[in-house]
């Protein structure tokens, strides 16, 4: 056997990997550093917006109401009055211009700031309560009385303070940040200004008040009895809860907000321009044929044109009005070249590669500035600007270097743009900046080749350079360069844990099995954290949830449901009391039915709220930039677009609910040690008092991922199950109900607030994330990826595996990170869909020191020793800490 | 494929899945127990003893005294909460860690049969197969269970799994020929030149070691040999050591790679885990400076280097 070189490997393909596009510029140089000045700013970007301070801007919310008002009673459709009002907000907001922007535009008056949609009201009762200290003061008694009075009725006010007393005890993150408003808050805060402040609290909101879109939908959802009375009943009672992104429907289901996650057709903006678009709406407009709806709607696109139009022509106002007033010569010509830009774009077709990325960052913005923080992500931006680096790189009109710098820019800009003002009372479970408006990189083209060029590794580059948390995205297929995942290998080995990689087989299958046409299946991109559509032609997609331990919970309680705030009767259906059942089957046969009434409801629930949109708040600015609207004339939330979906996330979690099956498989149907009661009544307890249990549980061998195949055929038999039911549905634009299993930090809210599962999981402790397992025996990472491609991947349009790898255990040279890619593709081949390395650094080590019992999965490896972190001694982890920070 | 009982049981301490340090592409690791050394440095003592033990960890222990109940010894008590193992009369018997959920308390070493052993590894087959691995059999000293090894081996050999063998030389000679049959790479360790200091850091001299070395290499070359050097401070890292290590290895013909493990203090707490408390070296980390004065020295007798650690 002839010793390893680097050449002599060949990848899991077979085919010693070539490079798409030979030139210099796609080979593995080390990372592209782009001007001294540049890196400098743009290293000072990331500081202000780490370091800074976000503020509310009230001047969307002001301008909007002002023109709703107006046009109320004008007898305008929906549609008109939201083209009208956003124009209104177009035509009159203030525009920043920043000394540090090469790429101008920003969604508020400020650099980093935050918009308000009062209409929608996801955040208004957020903002009712907790800008003002006494607000929260009124509004926190209010909660605690009602609470007290629910929990007096259910279950004793006393056991229930005395257990979140020993959660606390035991680390349980506090339930809120005290009293501390937004702007007081540590966590994720926000400025105001009292003279914004005031008009807020004392016009704006009062006027939305029981108008916005989540009013509504709360009393759509209450009146169709999509909600259970145990769910409206503990909501009255627990009014504490402001936050408005998710309402639940039932313990174990619940209803995503927001219209929905979506890309926009930036490659036809691009090529025609605003103009180019206008002239199609024209052209529509001259058929004799069209309904008086389709020529509302049409007008309104055509009116949301104009006014994103309008919004970069003020914003290139703004910056002439500072170019004028500009002594420095240098700055000056800085301004004249974004002055340049942003007179030609999105107005007209882009010429340059700046052009093209100025364009598409003014229509996101203008569009964000509609629906904030639906997520508009950009898709494919590898394939979408390489026409334009391409012809300028050949003209000499610009270099790698420059682009990279543009690049990372837009990466940071991306990240300021997903910001919320979450509620206080989840404040511990959120962060600031969430990196869930992914750029998709390679994968396929439409005809099947590797769509893999230069652009793809430059912003590989410059996402590990500039560091922000925008996810990268990146389609990896058999013919995905082996250089390329290298690259990625020594990025991540370097610290960077931005990117996620994704099946290019079992994405295109499963966008092939919801509907897509196989070259729209080809040409996936991801929005949101993980989910797969196809850009430009998919109207916006809300994921819902499915809360699988609940549900468990629920069937083992026969329709009743436990809350750490007691006892809801009828949460579920009946599905029969376990310990009559004879065999394990008959319980995950009830536990499938009553998951497909939980399916049922989240359904119900979610086409009432796409219906609400569609009545309520059309989103014009969005069908005028997605492929079908123009053609149908209808708007995207009224199913204009090519493609529609819905979605429902499976999650927390596979992972417990697997393992508490298996356990119960083992212990009470096949070993007949305990009763499914026995396993109740300890779970109420939290396990105090039941150690002998609970030591059983512990013990049961073989849970979900380690690869062991029992454990697995239960995981499998869930989901199959569960998805399976999904492909039954249409939504209420007449696309797919999809499936998803992405958690985001909701393992740890939920966790927080649930009991105690049968797999040993203590009360009020996070749940495991998406797809991870929660018991890692021995196995390693190779068990780990074995269970998890085990799932139905080809049925699921998204899910996220997060793995946690030292830097060391990614390679600390080229020989080793092949091993790694060649783990990552066996795995793919295996069936696995998704994996997003978060590479530990020193901080995520402090932290495994101060709670291993969610670290038990970290490996640190070197050398010929290789352990858990969490079972080393203190010492050797801090010296482990203090190599790991200088990239050992 | 299935593998009849062939009598033959081994005792384990470990199995490693992703490793990739331990030859070509991914392998699984598997730890026979048992070394005849003792080697003041090192890192898996729970390796060096033949027969299956229990190791404590404290971090991990919630103090809830089922194994107090349990040890009929009673090598275990709890005192305020804390729990505190006598392993002096610890007789290893592993109950304790029957009984522990929080696996504070563990065995280490399992006995396994072949048959058993395979189940476990192969499962990664896929990944061996996609990166060009397989297995790799260290300790350990592996060639202390020689029945159970050549069974192992020729069983992963059966199914088509590459071999590696993780050994410290340290063997007697009639071995090498069934090993020769089964073992596709040697990762030979070669750790000090001169017999006298080598007996005095691992308990054996080298020259039976030297002896399999060179009987090796003439009999596969070095296509099929790896030779590792862990650098030791004050043992074996200054320049003559080395010169005289990089003697040896070109005076037997050897042209490879030769792998580097500079030295990291991470073993401590696996002693303690032990109860061995006094046997721990704490000994500072290899510099990185005479790590890189290392490699040149091999560089400059045309032998290229490669780093573990």
């Not at chain 1, 010693?16 to 593995?28: E, F, I, K, P, Y």
């Not at chain 1, 479970?429 to 396929?444: E, K, Q």
């Not at chain 1, 925008?470 to 995905?480: D, G, L, M, P």
Request: hydrophobic share 40%; net charge negative; aromatic share 8%.
């Amino acid at each position: 056997m002839v010793p390893e070189t680097a050449d002599a490997i060949p990848d899991a393909a077979g085919v010693l990997s070539g490079v798409v596009g030979s030139d210099a510029n796609t080979t593995r140089e080390s990372a592209c550093m782009p001007a001294p000045t540049d890196a400098e700013r743009i290293d000072r970007l990331r500081d202000r917006y780490q370091s800074g301070r976000a503020t509310l801007s009230v001047q969307r919310a002001r301008l909007y109401t002002e023109s709703w008002r107006k046009t109320e009673g004008e007898g305008l459709s929906a549609t008109m009055r939201v083209a009208t009002a956003m124009h209104h907000v177009y035509a009159h907001m203030d525009h920043c211009v920043d000394p540090d922007d090469r790429i101008a535009g920003h969604w508020t008056e400020g650099f980093f700031g935050m918009p308000i949609d009062i209409e929608r009201g996801v955040f208004n009762s957020v903002l009712r309560t907790e800008l003002r200290t006494r607000d929260m003061v009124a509004a926190r008694t209010k909660a605690l009385m009602s609470a007290g009075r629910y929990l007096a009725r259910k279950r004793g006010l006393k056991s229930f303070v005395s257990e979140q007393r020993q959660a606390r005890a035991a680390g349980a993150a506090p339930l809120d940040m005290g009293l501390k408003t937004l702007a007081a808050r540590r966590i994720n805060p926000f400025d105001i200004s009292g003279h914004d402040r005031r008009e807020l609290l004392t016009e704006l909101l009062p006027y939305w008040d029981s108008r916005s879109l989540v009013d509504r939908l709360q009393v759509e959802l209450e009146r169709a009895g999509i909600v259970t009375q145990g769910t409206l009943d503990f909501a009255m009672a627990v009014s504490g809860n402001t936050s408005r992104q998710v309402l639940m429907l039932s313990t174990a289901s619940t209803l995503s907000t927001i219209q929905g996650h979506v890309i926009l057709d930036y490659a036809t903006v691009l090529r025609l321009g605003l103009v180019g678009l206008r002239e199609q709406v024209r052209q529509r407009l001259a058929d004799p044929g069209l309904s008086a709806e389709q020529r509302d709607t049409l007008q309104a696109l055509d009116l949301s044109l104009d006014g994103v139009g309008l919004f970069s022509q003020r914003l290139a106002g703004r910056i002439r009005e500072q170019a004028g007033a500009e002594p420095d010569a240098a700055r000056r010509l800085v301004l004249d070249g974004m002055l340049d830009n942003c007179l030609h774009v999105p107005l007209h077709p882009a010429r340059t590669f700046a052009q093209a990325v100025q364009s598409i960052w003014i229509v996101k913005t203008a569009v964000e500035l509609a629906h904030p923080v639906n997520l508009h992500c950009f898709g494919r931006l590898d394939q979408d600007l390489y026409p334009y680096y391409k012809s300028d790189l050949d003209a000499g009109r610009i270099d790698p270097v420059a682009a990279q710098a543009l690049i990372e820019e837009l990466l940071l800009k991306i990240m300021s743009q997903n910001i919320r003002p979450e509620s206080n009372l989840l404040g511990n479970f959120y962060h600031r900046f969430f990196g869930s408006s992914p750029v998709t990189l390679a994968g396929l083209r439409r005809d099947g080749s590797d769509a893999t060029n230069e652009l793809t590794y430059l912003f590989v580059r410059a996402a590990h350079r500039c560091r922000a948390v925008t996810n990268i995205a990146v389609r990896v297929n058999e013919k995905t360069p082996e250089d390329l995942l290298l690259l990625i290998a020594e990025c991540m080995h370097d610290g960077t844990s931005s990117f996620s990689l994704f099946n290019d087989d079992t994405h295109v299958e499963a966008m092939r099995r919801r509907g897509f046409a196989e070259e729209d299946a080809r040409d996936y991109a991801i929005m949101g954290c993980v989910e797969a559509t196809c850009p430009g032609k998919t109207g916006s997609m809300s994921a819902n949830a499915l809360l699988l331990s609940r549900l468990l919970d629920i069937t083992l309680r026969n329709g009743d449901a436990r809350m750490p705030m007691g006892l809801m009767a009828g949460e579920g259906m009946a599905t029969g009391d376990p310990d009559r059942f004879e065999t394990f089957d008959q319980l995950l046969e009830a536990y499938l039915r009553q998951g497909r009434a939980a399916i049922e409801r989240i359904v119900n629930g979610s086409n009432t709220r796409d219906r609400l949109y569609a009545r309520m708040l059309p989103a014009p600015l969005i069908s005028a930039f997605m492929d079908g609207c123009i053609e149908n004339g209808i708007d995207v939330t009224g199913g204009g677009a090519r493609y529609d979906l819905a979605g429902i996330s499976f999650v927390n979690s596979i992972a417990n609910t697997t393992d508490a099956l298996f356990v119960i498989k083992k212990l009470v149907y096949e070993r007949r040690r305990f009763t499914v009661s026995q396993v109740l009544a300890a779970i109420d307890d939290n396990y105090v008092g039941h150690e002998e249990l609970y030591r059983a549980i512990k013990r049961v061998k073989g849970k979900w991922g380690n690869g062991c195949a029992e454990s697995d055929d239960i995981a499998k038999r869930i989901m199959d199950g569960l998805v399976g039911e999904t492909y039954r549905y249409r939504n209420a634009k007449d696309g797919p109900v999809v499936a998803y299993a992405i958690s985001m930090t909701t393992h740890t809210i939920d966790g927080r607030l649930s009991i105690a599962s049968a797999d040993g999981r203590k009360a009020a402790t996070p749940f495991a994330a998406s797809c991870n397992p929660y018991n890692v025996e021995e196995s390693g990472v190779t068990g780990v990826l074995r269970s998890v491609a085990s799932l139905p991947h080809r049925d699921i349009m998204g899910c996220a595996v997060n793995i946690r790898l030292h830097p060391s255990a990614i390679g600390h040279h080229d020989l080793a990170r092949r091993k790694w890619v060649a783990l990552l593709r066996t795995y793919f081949n295996l069936g696995g869909g998704q994996m997003q390395p978060t590479v530990v650094d020193a901080q995520t080590l402090l932290a495994a020191q101060q709670t291993p019992e969610l670290y038990k999965d970290l490996i640190v490896k070197v050398g010929g020793y290789s352990t858990y972190f969490v079972d080393l001694g203190r010492e050797i982890q801090d010296e482990i800490i203090a190599r790991t920070e200088h990239g050992a | 494929m299935a593998h009849e009982a062939t009598g033959s049981v081994g005792v384990i301490f470990d199995i490693q899945r992703y490793c990739v340090y331990d030859g070509p592409g991914i392998r699984t690791g598997v730890f026979l127990k048992g070394c005849p050394m003792r080697c003041f440095w090192c890192h898996n003592p729970e390796s060096q003893q033949c027969r299956p033990q229990v190791r404590f960890l404290a971090t991990r222990c919630d103090g809830c005294g089922a194994c107090v109940e349990r040890c009929d010894v009673g090598a275990i008590r709890l005192r305020k909460g804390k729990l505190l193992w006598d392993f002096e009369h610890c007789n290893d018997c592993g109950e304790c860690a029957d009984v522990c959920t929080e696996n504070a308390f563990a065995r280490i070493g399992e006995e396994l049969s072949v048959a058993q052993t395979m189940e476990r590894v192969m499962a990664d087959r896929d990944f061996f197969a996609g990166s060009h691995g397989g297995v790799t059999v260290s300790g350990g000293e592996p060639t202390m269970q020689p029945e159970f090894l050549l069974h192992l081996l020729r069983a992963l050999r059966q199914d088509g799994i590459h071999t590696a063998l993780d050994t410290c030389g340290h063997f007697p000679g009639r071995l090498l020929p069934q090993l020769l049959e089964t073992v596709d790479l040697f990762l030979f360790d070669i750790k000090h030149a001169d017999d006298q200091e080598h007996q005095r850091a691992t308990g054996f001299g080298n020259r039976r070691i030297l002896e399999n070395f060179r009987d090796l290499l003439a009999k596969v070359g070095s296509a099929r040999v790896t030779v590792r050097v862990p650098l030791v401070p004050g043992f074996n890292t200054e320049p003559g050591d080395i010169e005289a290590v990089i003697e040896v290895l070109t005076s037997a013909g050897y042209e490879g790679e030769v792998h580097l493990m500079p030295y990291h203090g991470w073993a401590k707490s696996k002693y303690e885990s032990l109860g061995r408390f006094g046997d721990y070296r704490d000994l500072s980390d290899t510099p990185p400076a005479d790590t890189d004065r290392v490699i040149a020295q091999f560089a400059a007798h045309g032998l290229e280097t490669r780093l573990y650690g």
